[in-house]
């Protein structure tokens, strides 16, 4: 219990220290890690995609030239050489396994395309080591003796000899998306959608929480998923449909989106490039299902572009014949930094947090409520120590989001140098990771400092490129850098627990900064009616003042010019006469 006592601004911290390092001459040289998974429901395996180090010469050179490339899958049983490799037809940009069904795997292509595989469990290196540990625990509690279980120990260490030298398996995909119906730019960000979300025509969301609750055996299947890219599109694919053709090995497939709109800026008619999609669906602002199933939130979204910009759209906007829809609700460009935004990332203990990434700075976004509130839920789903009779209140309203997301409720200092990547702690709401091009990792804690990193941990002397989670360990993290190394670090305790009532704690001072950034526009419009009024006082004081001034001039001059009348003896002018000029 003493290690786990974390206390507010203790001070005393632990570095993070490199627990692997995978990398292969084969697959990885010259190349950089472009993004990170670990394998669902297994911390042994983590997924990695990479891209050849090119400038933008070299790249204009070998443009309309296939570029082969692939998805590593690496074990911790075998750090020497990796598991599989998911053999691709162009550089995967960005790549996910779907959420309810791990042998899927969904990539995004820098030719804008969209590519398909399927894997097993024994592809993915999973069951072997898994079959291991339950033989051995089973002759364990059997009552083996000493010498045979010394004899099976000698036989892992041969097996796991015999793999180090085996080349990795290689697996092709199964299928790709027109280039066509893709996008005209690479695919920068995939987000799946929740399993209890339909989509219908005109990407038109359906809430089907109420009907799945009815049913007795409820089967998770993601559905939908949505993508962006520079091109400004958002695109809505059919996972389902695609899913069902690779079992069926229906090869005459045709894999085309179902729904798409274009971005674009209002000034200019111009494309909305974009980097980072995030769903409002997907971010679980609520537990319970909505009375309007065809709610309009359901196909809002936030997003990142290419300028620095973060935005709140609605994939699913009605326009009419005078006005055409509204796709973009909100723009903000207090966060314009003519440089793309690097990350957008969900806060995983607050769903209603949001975490943005630029080159020299990182900006925090809060959605907030109507009202200060501690009650309210930390994710959709509560709990396991929560009862189910207790109430726990429902997020805030989404109907004026357009309006609340106006900008950051926090940003930071510029960093020594510039930031690559970023994260928040999947354990505690008050810590987040940045990644910066020199290769070390800033840990920031809220409940300690806002205006500087808690600390920094070098890395590697390459620059980091991505970062991400173990979502079943919650002590291990995943970075790439720009020299094709997947480092995997340990956290200290006290990156991982904190204390008990920090999500309050953090829910005060978002609360309080989100109240009192919520006032900015009021008291703008009281200080601008102010400035006016006093300019107003101020001419009218100047007017007045110069008036003054002229009668005060005149009896001046006309007693002057009485007393040398007098004193020449010179009859003095009737009153009624102008003064000599």
């Known amino acids: 219990m003493a290690m786990l006592d974390a206390s507010l601004g203790s001070g005393a911290e632990t570095g993070l ?104 469990d024994q592809e993915l290196g999973v069951t072997a080591a898994k079959r291991g540990k339950v033989a051995r625990k089973k002759r364990e509690k059997e009552g ?27 697996i092709k995909h199964k299928l790709v998306s027109t280039i066509d119906d893709s996008h005209k730019r690479a695919c920068r960000s995939i987000a799946w959608l929740p399993h209890w979300l339909d989509v219908e025509r005109k990407g038109k969301c359906v809430d089907n929480r109420s009907t799945l609750e009815g049913e007795e055996e409820t089967v998770e299947k993601a559905k939908f998923f949505v993508t962006v890219a520079g091109d400004g599109q958002v695109f809505l694919w059919d996972f389902q449909s695609a899913r069902d053709a690779v079992v069926r090995g229906e090869h005459d497939f045709t894999w085309r989106p179902i729904h798409s709109v274009q971005l674009q800026r209002q000034d200019s008619g111009t494309e909305m490039g974009c980097t980072h999609i995030l769903p409002l669906a997907s971010m679980n602002l609520t537990q319970k299902a909505q009375e309007n199933r065809e709610s309009n939130f359901l196909s809002n979204f936030f997003a990142t572009t290419e300028e620095g910009e973060v935005i709140f759209g609605d994939w699913a906007a009605v326009g009419s014949a005078e006005k055409k829809p509204e796709l973009v609700k909100s723009l903000c460009e207090v966060s314009k930094t003519f ?63 357009a309006d609340r997301i106006r900008e950051p409720i926090f940003r930071s200092a510029a960093p020594s140098n510039y930031f690559a990547c970023g994260a928040c702690s999947p354990s505690r709401p008050a ?115 110069v008036v003054l001034t002229d009668s005060m001039v005149d009896e001046e001059y006309k007693k002057t010019l009485a007393e040398f009348c007098e004193a020449a003896g010179i009859p003095q002018a009737s009153s009624s006469e102008a003064p000599p000029m």
């Open 17 to 120: 220290t490199e627990w692997r390092n995978f990398h292969d001459v084969t697959y990885t040289r010259e190349k950089r890690i472009e993004c990170i998974h670990w394998v669902p429901e297994e911390p042994d395996v983590v997924a990695a995609s990479y891209l050849d180090n090119l400038t933008y010469g070299q790249r204009l050179e070998t443009m309309g030239k296939p570029r082969p490339s692939c998805i590593l899958l690496w074990s911790f049983h075998n750090p020497l050489s990796p598991h599989a490799a998911l053999l691709s037809p162009s550089e995967v940009v960005t790549f996910s396994f779907c959420p309810t069904d791990r042998r899927f795997v969904v990539g995004g292509l820098i030719t804008g395309q969209m590519v398909l595989w399927r894997v097993t």
């Open 144 to 170: 083996h003796d000493k010498g045979d279980v010394e004899k099976s120990k000698e036989k892992v260490k041969t097996v796991m000899t015999t793999t180090k030298n085996k080349p990795a398996l290689e």
């Open 431 to 545: 810590v987040l990771y940045l990644g910066r091009v020199d290769g070390s990792v800033d840990v920031w804690d809220f409940t300690d400092q806002s205006h500087q990193p808690l600390m920094s941990f070098p890395v590697t002397a390459a620059g980091l490129t991505s970062m991400t989670f173990c979502p079943e360990g919650k002590s291990l993290m995943a970075v790439g850098d720009d020299h094709g190394h997947l480092h995997v670090l340990r956290l200290p305790v006290n990156l991982v627990w904190g204390p008990d009532r920090e999500e309050e704690i953090v829910r005060q001072i978002l609360d309080h900064a989100y109240h009192n950034l919520d006032g900015v526009p009021e008291r703008k419009k009281m200080l601008e009616a102010l400035k006016q009024q006093n300019e107003k006082d101020t001419t009218t004081g100047d007017e007045e003042t």
């Open 339 to 401: 440089r793309p935004l690097l990350e957008l990332r969900e806060s995983h203990r607050m769903s209603d947090l949001m975490l943005a990434v630029s080159d020299w700075e990182f900006s925090l976004w809060y959605i907030g409520g109507s009202a200060p509130s501690l009650t309210r839920p930390r994710r959709a789903n509560m709990d396991e120590e929560e009862e189910e009779g207790d109430e726990v209140e429902t997020a805030r309203p989404v109907k004026s989001l």
